[in-house]
DNA sequence: AATGAATGAGCTTTCATTCAT
DNA sequence: CATGAATGAAAGCTCATTCAT
């Protein structure tokens, strides 16, 4: 991960505008998860911002707030474009695979840094807070699990949605970890690849 | 994951002695994963260890040593299992099996915590210890790679072994996100579901 | 003290009129009598006026004036009274006990507020403004000596006047202590009672 | 009040040993006083003390912590003050005049600085820190109104020793806002104004 | 006049590390 | 080896004040 060192150089996350809560979210997303939350300071993320460390407090009000910010967003954003990815595919195996993709999206792509967040940072947050986002993930799950129900009734898969989705997931999440868009192999070779690992035998 | 007031109460992690330096990244081990390497106080980290901290700097350097202890014990020992793992199992595919076994185990059995250190307290690290660690985990890697290689030509699995290993890596690894031995799965049924979805069809 | 909301439940400060510089000074009274000058945000000030807090800036210069606005009412007001109070008796005595009643008016009536931010907040002032107090309460001080010198005259009291107005002068403004007027004894009497204490014997 | 730029210009309180932790409360009593509670900084404080402020931490728990201290001794010491007052006076007469002479000692005297703090910073505390002193208090103020009902009894008073005692109190209190030992009056001669204001006529 | 975002200095407190005992 | 007082840099956050609108 090069030094990035004005905002500019930074990805939007989302559709996240480019109001100041906006630029503060973007530049947070790629500090916390480059040093960790703790290990970033607010002096740090309003330097890269361009603005002074107590301006920071007028828009969120506090550090915690700005994490909480983020990872909100994370899961919001890709909601949708999971939403999106469903409704746009015809057939339960069209919708498998498009789900896998728009996850390969979510986190190889522009919302990448906020969803390392979500995961990375998550003891971070307050038991409370933890709480709340599950809330929201429950609803981003429960669009995996709705199509996954229908796919073991066709036979499609052969284990448990649950369990699927699980390993699945954790083999989509982990590319966090060693995909790199600019190999040899893409987004939809992968979604391909992982696809073929689901199906049934 | 319970409250621990006492050093009595955490497993052992590997083979990890009694010793003091044991003893601490016993404490760390768990106190990192809890809380955070930047959020625990070596004051923290000092009172589960039952001595003053102070104390501490005696048998680590720094507190980053402590963190670099934790995780080349992690690499260490479970590298020493996969060995074993290996050697143990008769024929390609009974190896393969007991590698993800062996893997599940590392990562929620008793050096489940320090397994998570590793892997979510990656970037508190310098890049050149991180740079040391990665050395280590190669060979670690190359004990899978050799077996997936032969595997490849035996027709066992039908990607490439970096790919293959990489997403069946993230499947276990994200185990210790969901997985809870007291639930009605054993490791072995684990195993047994990802060996599946590894398989060529 | 209740918790105040909104500035109309608070009183008049003397003749202080309904002008934003007189909202201002009301609820900063109250304030700094509840929390303390320096505890006092212009936040909060502002809050109680009803206005931004850069409003605040449009009528005072600064926060320090605000508390040199709030004294100089309690002084000017107070001294207004203080006259009204000698004018209107007749002889010695009779002006004596006038003052006293005056003076514990002030403290535990409309002005109480205020004036106790007069004698608890004075080391919040700096040098040059307590002087310019000093000046003016030199004048409300000498309206209380003419009197005594009189009465030390008449023999109506035995001390040095000097001496007779500091500790009368502290029986009276220790009062915002611990006088209720809620309470069985009423000003009145409270007056009668000190006018005892300080009467020859 | 001359600028104080060394610790070892500072009056003992009380009988506040050379200990780390009566250093710094004397110090704080003397800065308390002067510039108010919340006007004063640890890093003043610390400079004065002659320690790093991150030291202060060591000793104290939090600056509120510092003011309670400073508080609790005042308390603390005067009411033995007032307890062998008491005692090695024979006669009401002379109790209440050992009383009145123990009370100027206490607040023009060593343990001034502390008591000026306990009166004007009484709100920086938490109510349950007030609640807490507050019953200190109570005992205090019982030896006062011990030897109160006793006079009243004898007729040595002829007010109720309750208000008798606010008024005198008072007077006493004040004090601390205007005598200056260096002045023409003793503290005897003050304490034998102040009983003759006190005795029933 | 009024607003409210922005400032930037300064606040209390934390904490890894040192070192005399 | 162990202690624990002391350090001092740095943390998150506050707040009086300014100023473009």
């Known amino acids: 991960m090069a030094e990035v060192k004005s905002l500019a150089q930074l990805p939007q996350i989302g559709e996240l505008d480019d109001s100041p809560r906006g630029r503060v979210m973007r530049a947070a997303a790629y500090l916390f998860r ?6 970033t300071t607010v002096r740090e993320l309003a330097q890269l911002v361009g603005i002074q ?3 920071l407090f007028h828009h969120f009000k506090s550090k915690d707030d700005i994490l909480l910010g983020v990872m ?7 909601t949708l474009r ?14 498998i695979r498009a789900l896998i993709r728009a996850e390969l999206e979510s986190i190889n792509g522009d919302t990448g840094v906020a969803m390392a967040v979500l995961v990375f940072e998550w003891d971070a947050l307050s038991p409370e807070r933890q709480n ?10 429960q669009i995996w699990l709705n199509v996954l129900e229908r796919a073991r009734e066709e036979n499609l898969i052969i284990h448990p949605p649950f369990i699927w989705r699980r390993l699945i997931g954790g083999a989509i ?10 190999g040899s192999m893409t987004l939809d070779q992968l979604a391909d690849t992982i696809m073929q690992m689901g199906k049934a035998k």
Chains 1, 2, 3, 4 share one sequence.
Do not use: C, D, F
């Open 82 to 95: 999971l939403e999106q990815a469903v409704q746009q595919a015809t057939g339960t195996q069209q919708q």
């Open 72 to 78: 909100e967003e994370a899961i919001r954003y890709n």
């Open 53 to 55: 460390s107590g301006s």
């Open 34 to 39: 480059k040093n960790g939350y703790a290990s």
């Open 132 to 141: 709340y986002l599950l809330n929201m993930r429950k609803h981003y799950e």
């Open 173 to 182: 999440s982990w590319t966090v970890t060693w995909y790199k868009p600019e």
